[in-house]
């Protein structure tokens, strides 16, 4: 029997979905997030493909067997109160979110410039899109299109409050090529995730000591156009608050033209791999990360 693959989903039915939103709601999410004890070694049994992958995640930096086979099941206790916080969000739920270098991000978004926001499976990058959009400047942000329909309405109807639109992603098709340069001319912010991909060509980098495939269009596209880049790494704290930490990659001009894409990816790589040892309950590339996308 061929091993199933993560497919990128939320999971749970669309009517689990829809009533997890009436139940944050009506009840509240510190009620929603105990109720998340009673399934979640559950969903750990069952789930083989996230488990292993978190699993190696864990071996990766460093930790023995026993303690890796514990920190699964930390690593999926963040990773369901992050995704009961989108669906927080969804509800209408407010947090306090607090961003460091605030002022040269949003000296960013005033100017006439496009820039890539490129974030990460570490911690919750979709809450910082709801927050680092202004109505100076749209964003768009780079969609997985095998999406689950509720997660794609509710996402689609909260964003563009915030003035941001998908551009959506589907296997196969490049329509989405044209739309990035599209945004880009015209001033505007491509938000895409540099640690995922669907089927392209990939840049192999150094992650938490280990070679790991990243998608090299982003970089490539950033290196060719020359667009300023700018990393967030959202992370959860106590106290119903969120901290988005912001960086700044430059393309090394200095470099052959061949080998800037490359640069730019190292240069993300060494990020992933600090934010991931600061933080390493709250890195959710739930698959085979160094192994799995070359097969």
Known sequence: MAKRAWNGQTGGT???????????????????????????????L????????????????????????????RSFYHFGKVILDRF???????????????ERYYNKMTSKDGFVLLFSHIGNSEMAAYSMAT???RMHILAFGGETPVVMEQRARVLEKNNIG???????????????????NRGEVLAVAGDRRWGEKTIDCTVLGAKAPL?????????????SIILPFVFKEPNNR???FTEELHVNTALPRAEQAADLAQQFAD?????????????????????????
Not at 15 to 40: D, E
Not at 88 to 102: K, L, M, P, T, W
Not at 274 to 288: G, I, K
């Open 242 to 244: 969120y901290h988005i």
């Open 135 to 137: 109505p100076d400047k």
């Open 271 to 295: 990020r992933l791999t600090e934010m991931a040892l600061a933080h390493p309950y709250e890195w959710f590339n739930f698959f085979d990360f160094w192994n799995e996308a070359r097969k």
């Open 14 to 44: 669309h009517w689990m979905q829809r009533a997890l939103v009436w139940m944050i709601q009506h009840w509240g999410l510190p009620f929603v997030y105990g109720i998340m004890h009673l399934w979640l070694v559950w969903y750990v």
């Open 88 to 102: 927080a969000v969804y509800s209408g739920h407010q947090f306090e979110i607090i961003v460091d270098n605030r």
């Open 46 to 73: 069952v789930r083989p493909v996230e488990r292993n992958g978190a699993y190696r995640y864990h071996r990766h930096r460093g930790r023995g067997q026993l303690a890796a086979a514990f920190d699964v099941y």
């Open 215 to 227: 998608p090299a269009g982003v970089f490539q596209l950033c290196a060719t156009l020359r667009s």
């Open 166 to 184: 998908m551009i959506i992603v589907n296997p196969g098709d490049m329509n989405h090529i044209f739309e990035i340069n599209n945004v880009l």
